[in-house]
C-alpha cells in the first residue's frame, strides 16, 4: 500500500504542477483511492476557485468511502474559496488522508487534528520535499507576513544594464527575454520604478511565444513606485492587466502595499535604483541575472548600491548557473541572512 501511496502522492504533484500559478493561492493536488487502493480521481486546486480536494472528490464520488485522499498541502478548515476541504472529506466518507505538507496558514491551518477528530487516520510528511518547490514562494509569504522577491536583471559582462545614454534595450537575446517570460508568470505582481517606466515605456504583462499576453485574470498585478507622473498612454495603462500606483520607494513600505493586495510572489525589474533600495534593504529573496556575452565599459550598473569597501561585498549563493540561448543565467539567493533557496 505504502508504493501506491507515494505513486499517487507523485501523480498529485504533477497534478498541481501542471495546473500551474494559484497565488495568491498555493497550487495544490490531491489524487482519490478507493478502498483497495485504485486511483478514482484527481484533482488541482483552481486559480481563484475551488480547492484540490473538491475537485478530486466530485471526481471520484461515491467511490471515496473507506478511501484514501493523499494530498500535497494539509487539507483546510476554514471557508474561503471552498467550504472546509476537511468537512467535503469527512462527508465524502474517507477513512485516510495522506499529506505532503503542512499548511502554516493562521486559519487554513491544523486540518489534519480537526480530521483526526472525526476519526481519519491523517499522516502528514509524506514526499514533503518533492512537494515543497513550486508553493516555496507562497509559503515564505505567509510565514513572513510580506511577499517573496524575485529580482531580476540583465547585464553585460562587466554588469552594465544601459548605456551612457540610457539605451539598454535590448542586452540579452531573444530566448533570455522568453525564458523570463516563464519565471513571470510565476509571480502575482511585477514591479517596476517611475524612472524605468518613463524611460522604456514597458508592457510589464506576461506573453506568450507568439508575444500574445494572456488573459487578463492570469496576468500578474503590475505595480509602479515612485513619485513621477506617467502619462495615460504609457503601456502600463493599457487594459492587457490591472495596474497598482504606489507613491513611495521605500520597499518595507511598498512591500506591505503589496501584502494588503494579496501578493505573495514579487517579480522585481526596472531600475537599478529601484533594485538598490530592496538590496540595501535586505528585502531580495531571490537573484536571476541574465548576463549577455558582451563588454560595454561605461554606463549605469544593474544595481545602485551604496558599498565604499570591499568590506561591503554581499554574497551571492548560486543555487543554478546555464547558458539561455547565447546568455547566462544566474539563479541566486542572497547570502546575508539564512534564506530558502528557490530556483
Ligand atoms: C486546500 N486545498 O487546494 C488549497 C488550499 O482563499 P481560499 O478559500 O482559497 O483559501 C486559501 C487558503 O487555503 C490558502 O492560504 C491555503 O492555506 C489553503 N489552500 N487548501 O485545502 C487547496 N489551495
Ligand atoms: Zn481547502
Redesign the pocket.
Known amino acids: 500500500m505504502q508504493g501506491r501511496i507515494e505513486t499517487a502522492m507523485r501523480r498529485a504533484i504533477d497534478a498541481a504542477r501542471e495546473r500551474g500559478n494559484?497565488l495568491?493561492?498555493?497550487?495544490?493536488g490531491?489524487v482519490v483511492l478507493d478502498a483497495d487502493g485504485v486511483e478514482v480521481g484527481v484533482g488541482?486546486?483552481v486559480r481563484q476557485?475551488?480547492?484540490?480536494?473538491?475537485e478530486a472528490l466530485a471526481a471520484a464520488g461515491e467511490r471515496a468511502r473507506g478511501g484514501t485522499a493523499v494530498?500535497t498541502?494539509?487539507?483546510?478548515r476554514?471557508?474561503?474559496?471552498?467550504g472546509p476541504?476537511t468537512e467535503a472529506l469527512i462527508r465524502a466518507g474517507v477513512a485516510r488522508v495522506v499529506v505532503a505538507q503542512t499548511?502554516?496558514?493562521p486559519?487554513?491551518?491544523g486540518?489534519a487534528d480537526v480530521l483526526r477528530a472525526a476519526g481519519i487516520e491523517v499522516e502528514t510528511g509524506v514526499l514533503a520535499d518533492e512537494a515543497e518547490p513550486h508553493n516555496r514562494a507562497?509559503r515564505f509569504a505567509?510565514t513572513h507576513g510580506r511577499p517573496f522577491v524575485t529580482w531580476k536583471y540583465a547585464a553585460t559582462l562587466d554588469g552594465l544594464s544601459a548605456a551612457p545614454d540610457g539605451s539598454s534595450k535590448w542586452i540579452t537575446g531573444p530566448d533570455a527575454r522568453r525564458d523570463v517570460q516563464q519565471y513571470r508568470s510565476q509571480c502575482d505582481a511585477i514591479v517596476a520604478g517611475t524612472g524605468a517606466v518613463l524611460a522604456d515605456d514597458p508592457r510589464l504583462t506576461v506573453r506568450d511565444a507568439d508575444d500574445l499576453p494572456l488573459p487578463y485574470e492570469l496576468q500578474p498585478l503590475r505595480v509602479v513606485v515612485g513619485e513621477s507622473t506617467i502619462p495615460n498612454y504609457y503601456r502600463v495603462f493599457d487594459r492587457v492587466a490591472p495596474t497598482l500606483m504606489i507613491q513611495s520607494r521605500e520597499p518595507e513600505e511598498v512591500l506591505a502595499k503589496l501584502a494588503e493586495n494579496h501578493v505573495k510572489h514579487v517579480w522585481l525589474e526596472g531600475g537599478p535604483r529601484l533594485a538598490g533600495g530592496f538590496w540595501k534593504a535586505g528585502l531580495i529573496d531571490r537573484v536571476i541575472g541574465y548576463i549577455a556575452p558582451s563588454m560595454l565599459g561605461s554606463g549605469r550598473a544593474a544595481l545602485e548600491g551604496e558599498a565604499a569597501t570591499l568590506a561591503d561585498l554581499r554574497p551571492i549563493q548560486i543555487d543554478d548557473l546555464r547558458m539561455i540561448g547565447p546568455d547566462i543565467r544566474i539563479v541566486g539567493t542572497p547570502g546575508q541572512a539564512p534564506r530558502e533557496t528557490y530556483v
Open positions: 494559484c495568491p493561492n498555493p497550487t495544490v490531491c488541482a486546486t476557485g475551488a480547492h484540490a480536494e473538491i494530498v498541502l494539509e487539507p483546510c476554514h471557508v474561503g474559496n471552498t476541504c499548511d502554516p496558514h486559519e487554513a491551518g486540518g507562497w505567509v
